[in-house]
C-alpha cells in the first residue's frame, strides 16, 4: 500500500510537471501547447520553483525515505519537488532524505543497494539496469525511436508495464519512467561526419553490454567510466569521446574540454525510478 502512495506522489509531482531545465531558473509557466494536446500526448512543463520548502511541520515519528541518485541538474529537481509533494501530501507523515552526486555509489551499486533494502528510492538510467533485467537491453538498440512521443508511448504502453513487471522479480518496484534525453556523441577533438571517423575513438560508455558491442562494431574503443569521472577522463584525454544529452553534456561543462558536438540521437535514454521490495 505504501509504495503505491510513493507512486502516486511521483505521477503528480514528476508526470505531472515534467522537469526540463536549462541551467537557468525561471517562473513556473503553463504551456499553450497543453491545452492542445490529445490525451494520449506527453507536454513537457518547466517548473523550477526557487525553493521546494514544502512548509509543513514533519511529525515526530515521520517516515524518512533514503532517495539516492546521481548529480544531472534535472533529476535533482525532480527528487527535491517529489520530497516537497511527498511532505504535502502526507502531512507531515512521509519525507524522503536524498544523497545526490552519486554519494552512496555508482548507479549499479545504488540498484543493488535498492535490492537488498538499504536505500529506498533510487533514480538510475536504463542501461545499468539492464545488468538486472535483460529485458531492459532492448532500449539500448540504436535508432529505436526518432521521437520522444514514441519512447513515451512504448514505456507507458505494454512494453513499459512488461519491464516494470520483470524489474519486480528482482526486488526492485518501477515507481515512474522519468524523461531524460536522446543520446548525442561529443569529441574532444575529431570531427565525426562518418562511421569511418569512429575507428578508434576512445568513448566513454556506461556499462551495458549492448552500447559495448555496438561502438566495437563502429570501430570505436569503448571503456565504461562512471559519469562522475568523466570530465577528468575528458581533461587528461584518458578518453576522447562520450555520449549525453544535449542539457547534460552543456551542464557538465564538457565544452571546455570538447570541441566538437554531434547530434547523432542514437539511443533514447530514459531514467527509471526505482523503490526497494
Same mark, same amino acid.
Given at each position: 500500500? &505504501?509504495?503505491?502512495?510513493?507512486?502516486?506522489? &511521483?505521477?503528480?509531482? /514528476?508526470?505531472?510537471?515534467?522537469?526540463?531545465?536549462?541551467?537557468? #531558473?525561471?517562473?513556473?509557466t503553463s504551456q499553450p501547447d497543453a491545452a492542445q494536446a490529445s490525451k494520449t500526448e506527453q507536454v513537457e512543463v518547466t517548473v523550477t520553483p526557487?525553493?521546494?520548502?514544502?512548509?509543513?511541520?514533519?511529525?515526530?515519528?515521520?517516515?524518512?525515505?533514503?532517495?539516492?541518485?546521481?548529480?544531472?541538474?534535472?533529476?535533482?529537481?525532480?527528487?527535491?519537488?517529489? #520530497?516537497?509533494?511527498?511532505?504535502?501530501?502526507?502531512?507531515?507523515?512521509?519525507?524522503?532524505?536524498? %544523497?545526490?552526486?552519486?554519494?552512496?555509489?555508482?548507479?549499479? *551499486?545504488?540498484?543493488?543497494?535498492?535490492?537488498?533494502?538499504?536505500?529506498?528510492?533510487?533514480?538510475?538510467?536504463?542501461?545499468?539496469?539492464?545488468?538486472?533485467?535483460?529485458?531492459?537491453?532492448?532500449?539500448?538498440?540504436?535508432?529505436?525511436?526518432?521521437? #520522444?512521443?514514441?519512447?513515451?508511448?512504448?514505456?507507458?504502453?505494454?512494453?513499459?508495464?512488461?519491464?516494470?513487471?520483470?524489474? *519486480?522479480g528482482k526486488g526492485l518496484k518501477l515507481l515512474q519512467w522519468q524523461e531524460n534525453s536522446f543520446r548525442n556523441l561529443s569529441t574532444t577533438d575529431?570531427?565525426? *561526419?562518418?562511421?569511418?571517423?569512429l575507428k578508434g575513438l576512445k568513448i566513454r560508455i556506461m556499462e551495458n553490454e549492448i552500447q559495448l558491442a555496438t561502438w566495437k562494431a563502429y570501430?570505436?574503443?569503448?571503456?565504461?567510466?562512471?559519469?562522475?569521472?568523466?570530465?577528468?577522463? &575528458?581533461?587528461?584525454?584518458?578518453?576522447?569521446?562520450?555520449?549525453?544529452?544535449?542539457?547534460?553534456?552543456?551542464?557538465?561543462?564538457?565544452?571546455? /574540454?570538447?570541441?566538437?558536438?554531434?547530434?547523432?540521437?542514437?539511443? %533514447?535514454?530514459? %531514467?527509471?525510478?526505482?523503490?526497494?521490495?
Open positions: 500500500m &505504501l509504495k503505491k502512495v510513493i507512486a502516486a506522489m &511521483l505521477a503528480m509531482g /514528476v508526470t505531472a510537471a515534467m522537469l526540463t531545465g536549462c541551467g537557468d #531558473k525561471q517562473a513556473a526557487e525553493k521546494f520548502d514544502s512548509g509543513v511541520e514533519l511529525q515526530k515519528d515521520c517516515i524518512r525515505f533514503i532517495y539516492a541518485l546521481g548529480n544531472a541538474p534535472a533529476t535533482i529537481d525532480a527528487a527535491n519537488y517529489f #520530497k516537497m509533494l511527498l511532505e504535502q501530501k502526507s502531512n507531515g507523515t512521509m519525507s524522503a532524505d536524498i %544523497y545526490t552526486d552519486n554519494v552512496l555509489g555508482s548507479e549499479r *551499486e545504488l540498484l543493488e543497494g535498492c535490492q537488498f533494502g538499504n536505500y529506498d528510492i533510487v533514480l538510475a538510467t536504463n542501461a545499468p539496469v539492464a545488468s538486472f533485467l535483460d529485458d531492459m537491453y532492448v532500449l539500448d538498440i540504436p535508432w529505436l525511436f526518432e521521437t #520522444k512521443q514514441q519512447a513515451y508511448d512504448v514505456l507507458d504502453g505494454p512494453v513499459g508495464q512488461a519491464l516494470g513487471e520483470g524489474l *519486480e575529431r570531427k565525426i *561526419e562518418t562511421v569511418d571517423d570501430g570505436a574503443n569503448p571503456t565504461p567510466m562512471a559519469f562522475t569521472e568523466l570530465f577528468t577522463a &575528458l581533461q587528461q584525454r584518458t578518453v576522447d569521446g562520450q555520449d549525453n544529452g544535449a542539457e547534460l553534456t552543456w551542464q557538465s561543462k564538457f565544452c571546455e /574540454v570538447q570541441k566538437y558536438f554531434i547530434e547523432t540521437r542514437h539511443i %533514447y535514454s530514459p %531514467y527509471l525510478i526505482v523503490m526497494s521490495l
